[in-house]
Every structure is written in structure tokens, then in C-alpha cells.
């Protein structure tokens, strides 16, 4: 079947990427400067770290030195088709397959340049002269500025409040107890007033608490207070399930493969760079990689190893069986999310809605993902201008306000059919 | 009398037009039902209480549900081209039998969501039907199982039990509609001649017998010619209703629209009988007796030929108004010569002559109707199921086999062949239906076998000799079928697929023979990605000759015309198709069901069309139900109860019934809906073969005391005399671009341009999204509707609900009358959420649900909205739509469900048609025209991940898309080079906005309708008929 959209739309993006960030300028000859250097680390983290280790063997052989072993043509047939040269015959390519039991994916996308990169870093990196730059800390959410949240919601000047959720009405219930006190204080001294010929009926002090119906209902308005404040606040938790951890069919650990491998989110996640879903890789991607790795001495949360969670994986491979994964994030029905728009436009880390999953052995929900967590990055973000689109429809708007750009907010990011349709 | 809107009265319904002032029992008042009175309520403080306790903690506890645990699961080997979330388009075609479309397909997932029109192949036009069609293809109470007298059985067994059967059986007849395909007729063909005396009989139901003898005798081939509707000077139809139903409805739109524009404007007459779409569209429509059909194309020959010199009858007197009707449409055909067409849609040779003569005569061959290129929408001989049934009853056949054919229901004479299957049965021939479901054709059938639908199916048609499609497969068989073409094949012994054949046949036939297999590889993958390959033409017709054969042939057709004409005082049954539900193929599609006609403006069911001279001559009321008798010429008579339905424009003694109703066995939308009008018709015999004839006069009418309510959409709102439309003639039109428009124009002098508001000025930062919508282009086909159902999940609400005025279609298609009750003008008018930019709703709403978008698009947060329905009430347009009940099976109570059965929300496998990027609206919530923001966010995003500006022309709405005749255009106006702001500037005299005079400021303009008509003179004329 011909389809009007084909892969090509990824390849055309990785390339993409790769133009951007290489400015398409590396050639052979070129020094082995920072800049090439960081290039080659992004595409080889991004292509090659899913087989390759620089300095051991993996599922693929170890790439030190691999320039001094190799010709540089040999190197580029090899890496955008390793099939071709098996094909033909070549000695090296057949011993290599023969050597190692995962055959090298084709990578016809990378340029000549991309190669050059690749190599440049693997050599600096080699050599250790690639500076280690420092693990980002863990996202977490600083809350921003009070001053950010003046923004009008519906023309009416909306703040949100800062002080948190029990203070307010523990304020009120404070200020009513007393009110309530002196106004039961005072009524008794008018009755006495009043009253002064007869004598108090005699009980114990205690007691006007019971009996006095302005205390009794005091306390009748401080339960309400109390229990609508937290009926409010457990109502808006619910659904949100902060730290959902389910249990799920194979123990997979983000932090043996994103944290420990290096291996990028898109790698498996590839459709956060095309569309709506990230997705959830299919089995065939995981085998790319497990039809070698059969073992793994990591110890799981459950205290389980890689190697048995590993063996289960094959299991449905060799059974055929899809596996059914418990979703950890999930938005409800009425609100549409594009990764792409997040991740390819915008630039934004997973990190940032998905918490620190490298560290993660166990995935977990970290944080409330509600409206309220939508719209205070909306509100404070500004609009990447580097963006063509952007730059067409904004920069008379830009000119004219004296070069502010606007927050994502300003140009629609709180029109409710921005994600309600 | 000046032709502007100034001086005309638009009415909607008779009542109206005589004076209706909003409170008529006939049209059930101003509200559906009678409004809550004011009820003393005395509640004790203790009970209300318990009430509030009870309420919220009955709140409380629906709401605390338990988090349901989802699962995501995954390919376990993803296709290449599946990403999930990105739609993946395939180009296709729809073909069954009925209607032709040139389709992308847009798909989720592996599922087809969305049908387009194919942007550049031929016949890339949509209309409602197709537009539909993908409903037909989740239809749940498709076959799907082979089922062997009586008892479901295996694909193995079935095809073991039927070789056996086939071997060495002599007589074979296969019915099938018609086939265009050169590799799928190869198939059937070869299929049929391994039998000793096997033969394939076409059958169509909307029968072109006539117009393929006629072309076969004065002409010398058997096709149809093409209509070049847009070089057309002059176009006359007569009883053809091109734009509504005839053979490519969507496509002949698609031109005619070409030359309706006012710069390059062709003029229409319409000779018809009933009111249909075409005649809706013409600059002058003419009504005439359906008999009288003959005598008009003969009186139009005739003068026609006078004026070429040739010999020819003289025409009839058919009266002093029309005797002078057709003399100016005979002048007008023979001034535009050659650029001048007459067609008529009518199955009778002596029309079918008439027209394609006057056609040579003003020498209309090769520039308005092309016999080269041919067209190949039907095939079917109306003789041969005649013949068919006197072999049935001969007990000739041995084995008879129904291809995706129900003549025992769609047929004029489906019961006698019915009774003739019955008996052919019992004495041996074996009935074999290959069949979607189990209609009442198959139903008689000793052997069903289901087939894929056509969106499941490798397919190929050669509509003109110069196109050839190949259309893919765009899902897998759903429900474990087999296309008929793989089960002729596994019967015929063939130990290959139907995919292998036609690659085969395309090699020999279209690639050619040589070149490598790459080479073919690559031919063949570039026509399924097209969808279509353009041919070059080789056949070649031979001149007009007057021949002796010719000249009896015309004097037989003129006797024919006289004797038909005879028949024109008395009353007339005409049976006609409805614009969404075609010949009932589709009955079961309820989307189609609910698209209300665009002429009565009716859902769910057919009537008795009546016409107001009619009805006041019989006493009729407006849904009474009347009894037709039919006395039909094979003997015996056939009944039909069914309401009226008075209708303007339709003349004394002319009634009409649709067909395409009363459908049994193909699932619980079609059933109970309407009644079969088929058996009405009958036959016109001439030069010794007979053809299918959809007029009949032996008809008696029965008025009873009973009364049906028709679910009429058009009643719902009113406009209470504003002037929401506008339109003038082209004569006016020309002398000033602002005729129609003078008080807009007014007004704009007065006010200087600027807006007096107390309402803040909106300014747009980034877009700002706007449309305008031609009135002279559109045609009111409903296309856009069905397009605007299918892409944002709109529901099919059932007769009942539709009664209540509780539709809940985005968009509408309002008709309004004018003029001459008798034979009203009618103006179309697409109605959908005008975007205001200060809209009346949005004030109203109590928790703004509602509001203004920095895009200009007036936005409704369906989970914010809490149902008080004020905004609907303020809506000038009234096109805001609620959730009366759960229509959709969104709502969490199953209590509130009001899916319609076997409705596009019914079953799991129903919803696959939903579009996944647009919420189901739950009960309780308003909902309305969104301007497609689905469609902005996509092409926005896909701009943004280009790194490239939105590029002029890229958002499209679906409705904009659907249009066949591009009435639609959408776009930001703040681009200069959008064709929104061009048809804005350009156009500036005919534009308007609805009730602008209320400062909505609305997004939505509208293009003045001009009407090619020489303003004073004819208008009076037309007040004579």
C-alpha cells in the first residue's frame, strides 16, 4: 500500500537535527573542536548507544580506535548499510556479523558529516577529552514567582493563592471561635446585668460550652469549614494519583536504560517526534536490542534480576503476545496533548512533565498533571521565535511592543480549544 | 418589479407563506412541546433537608469512583507506516453500483476514520452518500459467515460445497450492477464462460437502458457520453435531477458550479415535475406533467431542427406558457451553439432521443457531450431481467447467481421475479447471493456468501475511456469476509487472489506487456499511491447521419410522445430518489437516515409528495396519511400508506414517493422507516424492448383520517421575516455589483465602515479565522453535513428525537422559498456557528463555558459547560446544539443512554468510525461548529515541526472540503493571500453577514446569490404560469 506519509517524515527530522545542530559545516579535516564534539555525542546518543559502549564490547564491538582499525569509506558503507556490504561479501563485514549476533540497523539517513562526527566524538571520548558535564538535578517543580500569576483569566484579574490550601480556612475558624467566645461572653454579662436579682443558676463552667447554642454552633460552622476545606482539597487530588506506581507486566527500569545505558527517550518513544502519542514501543523495538542482551545482573525493586525480567520478555516474543503495559500517564478524554507540539516545537524536556525517569527503577507518576499544571508553564514560557511559524505571525507583534516576546499564554496557550475540542 | 431582495418575502413552509405568524398548531407552535407552567412547590424545611443531604451525598458518591487501571498496549511489530496519533491517507474509490468518488482515505491506527475527495483524479467529488459511507462499512448487521441452506458454515466447507456444486452445471446466469472495471469484468466474464451457457446480466437500479440504446443506434456505441457541464453556455434538463441524484451527481456538480460564478455564468432551465435539487438551482424552472417529458424534448428538437434546416415532427401544443417557455429555450440552445446541452435523466427512449439529437444538432459533440470519452457509469440493458425472469420460469437456469444486486427489493417488479426465484427453487436452480447482508434478495437465496465492502476490496474502474482507477484496500475485512472476486476465484479452481489477477491484468492491459519487473513495479505502485492513471483516447464514433433507421426511429419516438402526452391531464405517480438516501443501498446508515432532504427538509422516512394545487383541489392536509393504489401492468395492484407532504412548486396531479425505504433484513436503522415505493413503477415498452419507467398513471389516491408526523428540520427555527438571505439577477448584477446588497451598502456609508460598539475591540495576534460562503455556487446538496457528522462525531439522534428538535447537526442547509407559491424560487443557505466576534452567547454563559479565542473562533469547553442552554436561546443563528440525553454513550450513567441502535455510536464496532482527535460529547452539554479546530491545531503543528509559516490555503474545514462546487472558502483573514480575503475584497458588493445589523460581527460572510435571469421581463412572465 502507498501511503501519502511515510517514514520519511522521521529521517527528515533526525536530519533535520542533525543539520541544525552540526550547521553543516564538519568536514574531515576538521579539528576536534567542542562543537563537533557535542554534535557527534547527541547522534551517537541519539543512533548508536542502544549497541555500542566506547570503551567495551556491547551488543556491537567497542568503538574505540575504531578509526585506526577501519577506513573511513569502509566506515560510511558500513554505518548507512551494513546489509550492502554483507551482500557483497565484504570479509570484514562478514566476520563482523559472524562475530556478534545482532546485525548493524542501516542508518542511510546519517550524513557524511553525521559519520564524521560520531567518529570525532568516540575519538575524543576515548581519550577521555570529553568533559563530563554535570547530571541535570532532579526536575523538580520550584513554584514561580507570585508576580508571574497576574494574568487575567476572562478579564477578571486572577491571582492565584499562595499561602497553602488549610490556612485560609483555619484563619476563618480561628476568627469565628472567638467572635463566637466573646459573643457568648457578652451575652452572659447582659444577663447578669439583667438578671441581677436572681441568682445564677448553679453549674459547673464548663457546661455553657455544652448548652450555649452560640458555641454549639460555632462548632457546627467549624466543622463545615473544616470538612469542606478538606473535601476541596481531596476532591481536587482525586484522579490525579500522584506517585501511581502500578504494577506492570515486565519490570522495566527507565533507570537501567535511560539512566544507566544513556540511551535517549525517542529512542523507544519515537512518536513524540511525529504526533499525539509518545507511544509505547513495540515488542520488535525491544528486540532490536534483547535478541542479544539475555542477561543482566541488576537487581530490581522486587528483587527480581534483569536476566528473569528479560526472559519474560522473550516469552511473549516467542508467544506473539503484545504486552499489556498499565498506563502510569493518562489525560482524561476531553483534553487533547501533542507530544510533537511540546517536544519538537517547544523543545521541552521529558523531564519536565515526567519527572526523573533515569532514576526511576520503578515508574512513577510524580507530580499532579492538572489544568493548573498545563497553564503554569503556559504562562511563563516564552514563545521559541527560532520557530519559522512563530517568526511569520509574530514578529510585527514583537517589533511594535518593543521586542517582548510573548509567553505561550499571549498567543493562545489559555483559548480553551487550545486543548478542549 | 425589481428582482432584489428588497421587494421578496422568504417563507419556509406553506403556512408561512400565508401568513404564519410562529403560532400554527400545523407546525406545532413556536416550542416542540408546551412549556413548564409555573408549579407551586411547598417543600417543608425538614424535607428539603434531606433532599439537599441526599443530593450531595448522592454527588459525592458518583463521583468517588475508583480510578480505572488502563492498559497501553502495543504493536508487537508496528508497520512501517503506522505511527500512532498521524493519520497515514490512501488513496481509493467508492463504487457500489450506485455512485462514483475518487477518495483519500484518511486512517488512525489501521482504521478508516474520514473519507476526502480526491484532490487532483477525476470524479474527485464527494456527496453526502459517499461522504456517509464509511458508517456502511461498521455496519454490525453485515453477513459473516457463508451460510448454506439455512446453516452458517466455514469458508473451507462453503468453497469445497460450491466447486462441487458449480462442476459441470450448464446453464449459469450471474446478475450484477454494473461493472467498470476492465480487470473485474475480465473475471466475471471468464467465471461465467466456463459453464456451457453461462451469461452475466447487468442490472441497475437507477437504469440508463434507455440513453445506451440511443446512443448505440445513432451513434454506434454502447456507453453513455460524458456532460461537460462547464462549457455550457445554455443548459436545459428536463425531469433530470443532475445535481441531487443522476448518475454522478457530486461530479456534474462539481462542473455546473464552474460556470455559476457571475463573471462566467451559464443559464439553467429546468423543465421538471416534482421539486428537486436541480430544479432548485435553475435560473428558471419550468414545472411541467411528468408525462409531458417526451413532448418538451420533442418540442425542443423540433424547433431546434427548424432552425438547423433539418426535417423533423412538428412539435406538440403543450399550451401558451410553455409553447412559449420552449421557444425561448430552443433560441437560447441554438444562439449558444455549440457550447449548449439538453439533458434529461428520464429511462425513455423517444426523451433520451430528443435530447442527445438537439444536443448534435446545436453541435454540442466534443464540447459539451463527448461520446469519445464515453462514460461507463451504467451498463445495464433493462431487457435482460425480463428475459431472466422467463427463464426462471421456463426452468432454464440451473444455477442463477446475484452479485451485489437486490432486484427482489429495488426492482419494479421485484415480487413477480421474487414468486419466479420461489418457484424456479422448488424445482431445482440453485440461488446463490454473494452479499453484505442478508437483504431480501439473499434472504430467498439457497446460498449466501458474504462479501468484503467496497473499503475492504482490491478494485479497478475505467469510468471514461481516458481514466483508469485502481483502488486499494484502505482496512482489512472486519468481519472475516472474503471479496466476491477472491471467492469466484477459489470456486473457478485458482489458486491465486484477486490482487494477483489484477496486477496481472494491468501488466497485459494498462503497463504493457514489456519492461522489467521494476519497471512494472514502479508503474503499478504509482497508480495505486494516484489512485488513477489518465489514458489516452482511441474509439471513435461515427458522424450523425440521418439514415432511414433513424428518421422511423424518430417518428416512432414522436407517436410515442404524442400518446405519452395524452396521459399528462390525469393523475401521476412519479418516483423519485432522496439526495442522502439514493436507491436504500444505504438505508441502514443512520447518518444518512437523519440528513435531512435538502428540498422538504425531512429525516427518517418517505411520503407522499404532494402539490399545493393538489392538495387544495383533494382536501389533503399536510401529514394525513393517504392510501396510493397502484394498478400495475403486470396485473394486480400494490398499496403504500403513507403521509402528504404538500410541497410548493409541484403541479395538479403529479404525487411522489421515494424510494429507497421499507427496507427488511439489513438492520434495525432501516427498518420500520418509510415504506417500498419500487412496485409503483413500471415499465415503457418501445420498439419491442421494455424499460424501466418511474411514472405511472394508474394510481388512486385514498385520503384517510389518520395523520404521521415527518420529521421536518426546516420548522425547527424561524426567521420571522428577517432578511437573512439576499440575492438579484444577473442583469442587475451587472449594472451594479452591489444589487441585492443596497442596504448593506447603505448602511456601510452611513456608518463610514466603522463598527459603533460598546464592546471593546477584539484584536487577533496570531490568526484570525474567517469564511465566506458563495450562495450563487452552493447547490444545498448537504454533502458538507454529512462531512461535518463524520469529523466531529456528530450523533444520529432517531425520527423521534428529531421531532422534539433535538437534532444536532453543526451545520444545516436552510431553504427558503420566495415568490409564486406555485412554483417558488429557492435559495439555499449553509447555517453554522458564525464565530461572532461579539457573540450574544458568550455573555450569557453563567461559567463561560463559552468564549472568544485569540484566533477569532468563538470556543465551547464541552467539560465546563453545566447545560442552562441560555446561549442556544440567544443565539441569533440558532445553531447551537444540546445533549438532550446520552446520544453517544459518553455519559457515565447508563440511564441517560439514547444511542441510537445500530446508529454510528452503537457498538464497539460502530465507533471505529469516530474521529479519535474529537471528544464525544456526553448528555447535558452544548455543542456546536467548532470551524474544525482539530483541523488548524494539526496543519499549525505540522507548519511549526516544518519550520515553515502556515502557508495560505492549508486549513481546511471539513464541510469546506466536502463541497463538491467550492461554495466553502475558509482561511486566516489576516493573511492578504488567503482566497477568503481576495473573495472578500473582490467580491465586496455581494458580501453580507448575517443579521449584521445586530454588531454580532460575525466570521462567517455570505456572497449575494445571483440568478441568470433578464430581471423585469421573465419575472413577469413567471408570475403568468
Known amino acids: ?421 | 418589479m425589481k428582482e432584489g431582495t428588497e421587494n421578496r418575502r422568504y417563507w419556509c413552509t406553506i403556512e408561512e407563506a400565508s401568513g404564519y405568524n410562529g403560532s400554527s398548531p400545523q407546525q406545532g407552535g413556536e416550542f416542540s412541546e408546551p412549556l413548564p407552567t409555573p408549579v407551586k412547590w411547598q417543600m417543608s424545611r425538614r424535607s428539603f433537608l434531606k433532599a439537599t443531604g441526599i443530593g450531595g451525598l448522592a454527588v459525592a458518591s458518583a463521583s468517588c469512583w475508583k480510578v480505572p487501571v488502563r492498559k497501553a498496549i502495543p504493536y508487537l511489530i508496528q508497520p512501517e507506516e503506522v505511527t500512532p496519533g498521524v493519520p497515514v491517507f490512501y488513496s481509493t474509490f467508492y463504487w457500489d453500483g450506485e455512485e462514483l468518488a475518487t477518495l483519500l482515505v484518511k486512517c488512525r491506527e489501521g482504521r478508516p476514520i474520514k473519507v476526502e475527495p480526491h484532490p487532483r483524479a477525476p470524479f474527485g467529488s464527494t456527496s453526502a452518500y459517499v461522504q456517509a459511507s464509511l458508517v456502511s462499512l461498521y455496519d454490525a448487521s453485515r453477513m459473516r459467515k457463508p451460510i448454506i441452506n439455512g446453516e452458517e458454515k466455514d469458508w473451507a466447507e462453503t468453497d469445497g460445497h460450491l466447486r462441487q456444486l458449480l462442476a459441470g452445471k450448464r446453464s449459469v446466469r450471474v446478475v450484477t450492477p454494473t461493472l467498470m472495471g476492465g480487470a473485474t469484468e475480465a473475471l466475471w466474464d471468464e467465471f461465467v464462460a466456463g459453464f456451457e451457457d453461462g451469461r452475466r446480466l447487468t442490472y441497475d437500479v437507477t437504469s440508463a437502458s434507455a440513453l445506451l440504446d440511443v446512443c448505440e443506434k445513432v451513434k454506434g456505441v454502447r456507453h453513455l457520453p460524458y456532460f461537460h457541464l462547464d462549457r455550457a453556455d445554455v443548459l436545459v434538463g428536463v425531469e433530470a435531477d443532475f445535481l441531487g441524484t443522476w448518475l454522478a451527481p457530486a461530479h456534474f456538480a462539481s462542473l455546473y458550479a464552474k460556470r455559476r460564478h457571475p463573471s462566467n455564468m451559464n443559464v439553467h432551465y429546468q423543465f421538471e415535475s416534482l421539486l428537486t435539487l436541480t430544479g432548485a438551482n435553475a435560473d428558471r424552472r419550468i414545472p411541467i406533467h411528468p408525462f409531458m417529458a417526451e413532448a418538451v424534448l420533442m418540442g425542443l428538437y423540433s424547433r431546434v431542427a427548424q432552425r438547423a434546416g433539418v426535417d423533423a415532427p412538428p412539435p406538440l401544443t403543450l399550451g401558451n406558457s410553455l409553447d412559449l417557455q420552449l421557444d425561448e429555450a430552443a433560441e437560447r440552445l441554438w444562439a449558444a451553439r455549440p457550447n449548449a446541452l439538453v439533458i434529461t435523466g428520464l429511462n425513455s427512449v423517444p426523451a433520451q432521443l430528443f435530447a442527445l439529437l438537439t444536443n448534435l444538432l446545436v453541435g454540442a459533440e466534443g464540447t459539451t457531450l463527448n461520446l469519445e470519452q464515453g462514460l461507463h457509469l451504467r451498463k445495464g440493458n433493462d431487457q435482460e431481467l425480463i428475459d431472466l425472469k422467463r427463464e426462471l420460469d421456463n426452468r432454464s437456469v440451473d444455477v442463477l447467481i446475484f452479485y451485489r444486486v437486490n432486484p427482489v427489493y429495488n426492482y419494479v417488479f421485484g415480487d413477480t421475479l421474487a414468486e419466479s426465484i420461489k418457484q424456479a427453487k422448488q424445482k431445482g436452480t440453485i440461488i446463490i447471493a454473494l452479499t453484505e447482508k442478508l437483504h431480501e434478495t439473499a434472504a430467498l437465496a439457497d446460498i449466501a456468501i458474504p462479501i468484503s465492502n467496497p473499503y475492504e476490496s482490491w478494485k479497478d474502474a475505467q469510468p471514461t475511456n481516458d481514466t483508469y482507477l485502481v483502488g486499494q484496500p484502505v482496512v482489512r475485512p472486519l468481519l472475516g469476509t472474503r471479496q466476491a472476486e477472491d471467492t469466484l476465484l477459489k470456486w473457478m479452481g485458482r489458486e491465486t487472489t484477486f490482487y494477483e489477477y489484477l496486477r496481472a491484468w494491468y501488466r497485459k492491459n494498462i503497463a504493457g506487456e514489456r519492461g522489467s519487473w521494476l519497471e512494472f513495479e514502479a508503474h503499478w505502485q504509482k497508480n495505486v499511491h494516484d489512485g488513477y492513471r489518465q489514458l489516452s483516447l482511441s474509439t471513435q464514433s461515427k458522424p450523425l447521419v440521418f439514415t432511414p433507421e433513424l428518421s422511423a426511429l424518430i417518428l416512432n419516438s414522436a407517436r410515442e410522445a404524442s400518446i405519452l402526452l395524452e396521459k399528462a391531464g390525469h393523475q401521476c405517480l412519479v418516483l423519485y430518489q432522496k439526495v442522502p438516501i439514493r436507491t436504500g443501498e444505504q438505508a441502514n446508515n443512520a447518518w444518512l437516515q437523519e440528513l435531512p432532504d435538502p428540498i422538504t427538509r425531512t429525516t427518517w422516512g418517505n411520503y407522499i409528495v404532494v402539490g399545493n394545487g393538489t392538495a387544495r383541489h383533494l382536501n389533503i392536509r399536510d401529514e394525513q396519511v393517504l392510501e396510493l393504489k397502484v394498478l400495475r401492468a403486470a396485473g394486480g395492484s400494490y398499496q403504500v400508506r403513507l403521509p402528504a407532504l404538500v410541497q410548493p412548486g409541484v403541479p395538479e396531479n403529479v404525487l411522489g414517493v421515494a424510494v429507497g425505504y421499507g427496507r427488511t433484513g439489513i438492520g434495525k436503522v432501516a427498518e420500520a422507516v418509510g415504506q417500498n415505493a419500487y412496485p409503483c413503477g413500471g415499465w415503457l415498452s418501445f420498439g419491442g424492448k421494455a424499460y424501466i419507467d418511474w411514472r405511472t398513471s394508474a394510481v388512486e389516491v385514498k385520503p384517510t383520517s389518520d395523520k404521521e408526523s415527518i420529521a421536518r428540520v426546516q420548522t425547527h427555527h424561524f426567521a420571522e421575516g428577517r432578511p437573512v438571505v439576499k440575492e438579484t439577477t444577473l442583469e442587475e448584477f451587472r449594472h451594479n455589483p452591489w444589487a441585492g446588497n443596497e442596504d448593506r451598502r447603505h448602511w456601510l456609508e452611513k456608518t463610514k465602515g466603522k463598527r459603533t460598539t460598546i464592546y471593546p475591540q477584539r484584536e487577533f495576534l496570531k490568526h484570525e479565522w474567517g469564511m465566506v460562503i458563495d450562495l450563487s455556487l452552493c447547490i444545498g446538496c448537504g454533502a458538507c453535513v454529512a462531512a461535518c457528522n463524520n469529523e466531529n462525531n456528530v450523533p444520529p439522534v432517531g425520527k423521534k428525537e428529531v421531532l422534539r428538535r433535538h437534532d444536532m447537526h453543526w451545520i444545516r442547509i436552510d431553504r427558503y422559498y420566495s415568490g409564486n407559491i406555485d412554483n417558488p424560487d429557492v435559495i439555499f443557505q449553509p447555517m453554522l456557528c458564525q464565530h461572532c466576534d461579539h457573540a450574544p452567547c458568550e455573555n450569557v454563559c453563567p461559567v463561560a463555558a463559552t468564549a472568544q479565542s485569540t484566533e477569532g473562533i468563538n470556543q465551547m469547553a464541552y467539560n465546563r459547560c453545566i447545560g442552562t442552554r441560555y446561549c442556544a436561546n440567544n443565539c441569533p443563528y440558532k445553531v447551537r446544539r444540546f445533549n438532550w440525553y446520552d446520544y453517544t454513550g459518553a455519559d457515565s450513567f447508563p440511564l441517560n443512554e439514547r444511542i441510537l441502535p445500530d446508529g454510528p455510536f452503537d457498538s464497539e464496532l460502530a465507533r471505529l468510525v469516530l474521529n479519535p482527535d474529537v471528544v464525544v460529547r456526553s448528555r447535558g452539554v452544548m455543542e456546536k461548529c467548532t470551524f474544525c479546530i482539530q483541523r488548524i491545531q494539526q496543519a499549525k503543528l505540522q507548519a511549526k515541526m516544518d519550520n515553515r509559516p502556515l502557508q495560505p490555503g492549508e486549513v481546511t474545514t471539513a464541510c469546506q472540503q466536502a463541497c463538491p462546487t467550492n461554495a466553502i472558502t475558509f482561511g486566516d483573514v489576516k493573511n492578504e493571500k488567503e482566497t477568503v480575503v481576495k473573495k472578500m475584497k473582490d467580491e465586496e458588493g455581494r458580501l453580507f453577514f448575517v443579521l449584521e445589523e445586530l454588531h454580532t460581527l460575525p466570521s462567517v460572510g455570505y456572497l449575494v446569490k445571483v440568478r441568470n435571469r433578464p430581471a423585469q421581463q421573465q419575472t413577469d412572465k413567471q408570475a403568468h404560469i
Open chain 1, 1 to 421: 500500500m502507498a501511503s501519502y506519509i511515510s517514514l520519511r517524515g522521521v529521517s527528515r527530522y533526525v536530519l533535520g537535527v542533525a543539520i541544525v545542530l552540526g550547521g553543516g559545516t564538519a568536514t574531515h579535516s576538521q579539528q576536534a573542536d567542542p562543537k563537533t564534539i557535542e554534535q557527534g555525542k547527541q547522534l551517537f546518543q541519539t543512533n548508536c548507544v542502544a549497541c555500542h559502549k566506547i570503551n567495551e564490547d556491547f551488543l556491537g564491538p567497542a568503538l574505540a580506535g575504531v578509526t585506526e582499525r577501519r577506513s573511513r569509506e569502509w566506515l560510511y558503507a558500513w554505518i548507512r548499510n551494513s546489509d550492502s556490504l554483507l551482500m557483497a561479501g565484504d570479509p570484514t563485514a562478514v566476520e563482523l556479523d559472524k562475530k556478534y549476533p545482532a546485525r548493524m540497523t542501516p542508518f542511510t539517513f546519517l550524513t557524511r558529516e553525521d559519520i564524521d562526527a560520531i567518529l570525532i566524538y568516540i575519538e575524543a571520548e576515548a581519550k577521555g577529552e570529553v568533559t563530563v558535564a554535570a547530571a541535570p538535578p532532579p526536575a523538580e517543580k520550584a513554584p514561580p514567582p507570585a508576580e508571574e500569576h497576574k494574568e487575567t483569566l476572562h478579564g477578571l484579574p486572577f491571582r492565584a493563592p499562595a499561602l497553602p490550601g488549610w490556612v485560609l480556612p483555619a484563619l476563618v475558624t480561628l476568627y469565628l471561635v472567638v467572635a463566637m467566645g466573646l459573643i457568648a461572653r457578652w451575652n452572659r454579662k447582659v444577663d447578669q446585668l439583667l438578671d441581677q436579682e436572681q441568682e445564677p443558676p448553679s453549674m459547673p463552667t464548663w457546661m455553657w460550652l455544652v448548652t450555649n447554642r452560640f458555641v454549639v454552633a460555632g462548632m457546627f460552622v467549624v466543622l463545615v469549614v473544616v470538612g469542606c476545606g478538606w473535601l476541596y482539597e481531596a476532591g481536587a487530588n482525586l484522579g490525579h494519583s500522584v506517585g501511581y506506581a502500578p504494577k506492570q507486566p515486565i519490570e522495566f527500569s527507565h533507570k537501567v536504560h535511560a539512566g544507566q545505558l544513556g540511551i535517549e527517550c525517542t529512542h523507544c518513544h519515537s512518536g513524540a517526534l511525529r504526533g499525539k502519542h509518545a507511544g509505547i514501543p513495540s515488542l520488535r523495538v525491544c528486540m532490536n536490542c534483547h535478541q542479544a542482551v539475555r542477561t543482566s545482573e541488576v537487581v530490581l525493586a522486587s528483587g527480581t534480576t534483569g536476566t528473569q525480567e528479560i526472559e519474560k520478555l522473550i516469552g511473549y516474543w516467542q508467544r506473539g503476545e503484545p504486552i499489556g503495559w498499565v498506563r502510569v500517564f493518562s489525560l482524561p478524554d476531553h483534553v487533547y496533548f501533542n507530544h510533537a507540539q511540546h517536544v519538537v516545537v517547544a523543545g521541552i524536556e521529558c523531564t519536565e512533565c515526567h519527572g526523573d525517569v533515569a532514576r526511576m527503577n520503578v515508574m512513577t507518576k510524580p507530580f499532579r498533571i492538572s489544568m493548573g499544571f498545563c497553564l503554569e508553564c503556559h504562562r511563563t514560557r516564552q514563545v521559541k521565535m527560532d520557530n519559522m511559524y512563530y517568526q511569520a505571525v509574530l514578529s510585527a507583534h514583537i517589533r511594535e511592543t518593543g521586542g517582548k516576546v510573548p509567553t505561550v499564554a499571549q498567543i493562545g496557550g489559555q483559548d480553551c480549544q487550545n486543548c478542549h475540542y
